[in-house]
């Protein structure tokens, strides 16, 4: 009975120590609760914007615009309908185009990008593959230099942002009331991919932005990024 006890014992204890190792690497080491989301990737919300903006001195094209969006498949509906913003519901995504009066010579006037975006993981990982492709077809038919152009990534975690840190993460976050952070993508992940060498992203205290001038980069950002959702 006593060794039926002590097995008993023994177990719970390794038990309480897998789980205590466990948990400290989640809350300390970003890799291993990347790790440990994208297993638990299915059911997540991801919560994000993403802009595109460059210079175009004509009128854009919408209707080019709108046969872009239905030789990608897509079925849409317009929010918004004025002659030079519109807002296309694509079912999963909001997705918008607007040209704005260019102030300056240099200004990006053309602003494209996914707007309020709340969906699965499974279709956030559909949603950015198939926007790099839109915006590549709209460069090459609007002949756009896509060096020129900027586009911009903000995630959006409410609460519970994982880039905040063990030590932030521990106080009451209505003690904070403002937080922003530059730092290195790679050091922070922990990731040694070369297509994002020399990337930082601002962390604030409910998001995270990366802005970069090359669309593939922050793709590949994104998708590292979204399995920071729990």
């Avoid at 730092?183 to 992203?201: A, C, K, L, Q």
């Amino acid at each position: 009975m006593m060794d039926i006890f002590e097995n008993i014992l023994t177990i719970t204890g390794i038990i309480g120590l897998v789980y205590g190792f466990g948990s400290w690497l989640y809350y300390h080491k970003i890799k291993f609760y990347l790790i440990v989301n994208k297993i638990l990737s299915s059911r997540r919300e991801i919560q994000f914007d993403l802009m595109t903006s460059f210079k175009k001195n004509e009128l854009i094209d919408f209707k080019n615009i709108e046969n872009i969006l239905k030789d990608k498949g897509y079925k849409y509906s317009k929010n918004q309908n004025l002659k030079n913003s519109k807002i296309y519901n694509l079912g999963s995504f909001l997705f918008e185009v607007k040209q704005i009066d260019s102030i300056d010579e240099d200004d990006r006037n053309v602003i494209i990008g996914v707007i309020n975006a709340a969906v699965t993981y499974k279709t956030a990982m559909k949603i950015i593959s198939d926007y790099e492709k839109i915006a590549g077809l709209i460069f090459e038919q609007e002949n756009i230099d896509s060096k020129k152009s900027q586009s911009s990534l903000t995630l959006k975690y409410g609460k519970n942002n994982p880039f905040m840190g063990r030590n932030l993460a521990s106080l009451d976050k209505e003690s904070i009331k403002n937080f922003a952070c530059q730092v290195s993508f790679n050091e922070i992940i922990g990731n040694d991919d070369p297509t994002t060498e020399d990337t930082d992203i601002f962390i604030f205290k409910e998001s995270i932005n990366y802005t970069t001038n090359n669309l593939s980069n922050l793709v590949n950002v994104a998708r590292i990024c979204f399995n920071t959702y729990k």
